[in-house]
């Protein structure tokens, strides 16, 4: 197709000099109603949506490094049809479009389809006119006031399209539509390739192009939440050999999200039965990576994910060698702390506990918090168990965002 339309637009190419690539993201009036026009980050596709009526997929190619010319095809309903945009600078295109049910000679175009940048404003209630982090990849996406909703997901080095339409009522929005390697094959029906319920964030399934189908997440922000455990004390145990005693500890750690469950993770185990004596501090540096998506305010999907860690104590008895397990699970409420540790709050925005130490709302544990001036954010965390009177254990752990 792209040789063909070579042919067709050298004519309205003879005046032409120098072009830059890639169109400007936004709203354009053009001779069949408005399109909402994004750009993929290469500037070398692009998809469009046809106002109330269909969608357009483009890539691009140069003639003799005069021109650059967007190909491709669209919808009208369930009509299809081919397209060729001349690229006039970033804001303005000439083309010509004609129905594949036409069946017109290569050289031959039902009319022309030009268009003019309008503006850039996103309406309220266009929502997924934003940029996603998700477990694929990166979704840059454009929406219009039909709920017609096209643009990118960027994914293994690679610009996939992605369109289709969104629909339902508040708590029950559903989009429905394809990702795609194709220009030239463009569908708008059932059987979809990523389907999604939205609720100020992204949860669905997708099928990438060459890959098996995959549940995945997805938020306006997305990065790695790192845990660094960085030691476990033993404040007084029952120990008859001068306060120390044997046992098993296990500190597990769970993430979970109003989906579901996150991951679960033995941040430190032992190996073996270790001797634990009363006010020593172990140092165990272990370090735990997960990428998380949440958002920072509003609610829905990934507004609160919550950490739980559970110490498990197998505790020796002396003479017979059993054990006696003491367990007990804290929670810890992330999204304050991703608050201050996206400097969206202050630690003096939070109560103050014993030695310097702050309180978090909807956590069993202790903070330290420090506003240094700096780009990164760190909190330590301090947990303390008491099972009993005479076996109090606590540890201490980092928490960042990278």
């Given at each position: 197709m792209k040789t063909i339309l070579c042919i067709i637009v050298t004519i309205v190419l003879s005046s032409m000099t120098t072009y830059a690539t890639g169109f400007k993201n936004g709203v354009y009036t053009s001779d069949h109603g408005n399109i909402h026009l994004i750009s993929s980050r290469s500037g070398s596709k692009a998809v469009g949506l046809y106002n109330t009526k269909g969608y357009i997929l483009l890539s691009s190619f140069s003639i003799s490094g005069r021109a650059t010319i967007y190909t491709g095809s669209f919808t009208n309903g369930n009509a299809k049809g081919k397209v060729g945009y001349t690229h006039i600078n970033n804001k303005k295109w000439d083309g010509k479009w004609k129905f594949d049910e036409d069946n017109l000679p290569p050289n031959k175009w039902t009319g022309d389809w030009d268009g003019n940048f309008l503006n850039d404003t996103k309406l309220n209630g266009l929502f997924l006119w934003n940029t996603f982090e998700t477990d694929l990849g990166t979704f840059e996406l454009i929406h219009?006031?039909?709920?017609?909703?096209?643009?990118?997901?960027?994914?293994?080095?690679?610009?996939?399209?992605?369109?289709?339409?969104?629909?339902?009522?508040?708590?029950?929005?559903?989009?429905?539509?394809?990702?795609?390697?194709?220009?030239?094959?463009?569908?708008?029906?059932?059987?979809?390739?990523?389907?999604?319920?939205?609720?100020?964030?992204?949860?669905?399934?997708?099928?990438?192009?060459?890959k098996s189908k995959k549940t995945f997440r997805g938020a306006t922000?997305?990065?790695?939440?790192?845990?660094?455990?960085?030691?476990?004390?033993?404040?007084?145990?029952?120990?008859?050999?001068?306060?120390?005693?044997?046992?098993?500890?296990?500190?597990?750690?769970?993430?979970?999200?109003?989906?579901?469950?996150?991951?679960?993770?033995?941040?430190?185990?032992?190996?073996?039965?270790?001797?634990?004596?009363?006010?020593?501090?172990?140092?165990?540096?272990?370090?735990?990576?997960?990428?998380?998506?949440?958002?920072?305010?509003?609610?829905?999907?990934?507004?609160?994910?919550?950490?739980?860690?559970?110490?498990?104590?197998?505790?020796?008895?002396?003479?017979?060698n059993a054990q006696d397990p003491l367990a007990d699970i804290d929670k810890i409420d992330l999204k304050p702390i991703l608050e201050y540790l996206e400097f969206k709050r202050s630690a003096s925005s939070f109560s103050d506990a014993a030695d310097g130490r702050k309180n978090i709302p909807g956590s069993d544990h202790t903070f330290w918090l420090g506003d240094d001036g700096g780009n990164?954010?760190?909190?330590?965390?301090?947990?303390?168990?008491?099972?009993?009177?005479n076996n109090k254990w606590g540890y201490f752990y980092f928490l960042s965002l990278e």
């Open positions: 219009n006031e039909s709920g017609k909703v096209g643009g990118f997901l960027y994914a293994d080095g690679k610009e996939y399209y992605v369109y289709g339409h969104v629909g339902g009522v508040p708590g029950k929005i559903r989009f429905s539509g394809l990702i795609s390697t194709d220009e030239d094959q463009i569908n708008t029906s059932a059987p979809y390739t990523l389907e999604f319920n939205w609720k100020n964030g992204m949860y669905g399934t997708a099928t990438i192009p060459g922000h997305r990065k790695k939440l790192k845990i660094t455990l960085i030691s476990i004390k033993n404040y007084e145990n029952t120990g008859l050999l001068h306060g120390e005693e044997k046992g098993k500890v296990i500190l597990n750690l769970e993430g979970k999200d109003d989906i579901g469950r996150l991951f679960k993770k033995d941040i430190y185990k032992d190996t073996k039965n270790i001797t634990w004596k009363e006010n020593r501090n172990v140092a165990v540096h272990e370090v735990f990576e997960r990428d998380l998506v949440y958002t920072v305010s509003g609610v829905g999907y990934y507004d609160n994910p919550e950490l739980y860690f559970n110490l498990d104590y197998k505790k020796m008895r002396s003479i017979s990164i954010r760190m909190v330590k965390g301090y947990g303390f168990k008491k099972y009993s009177d």
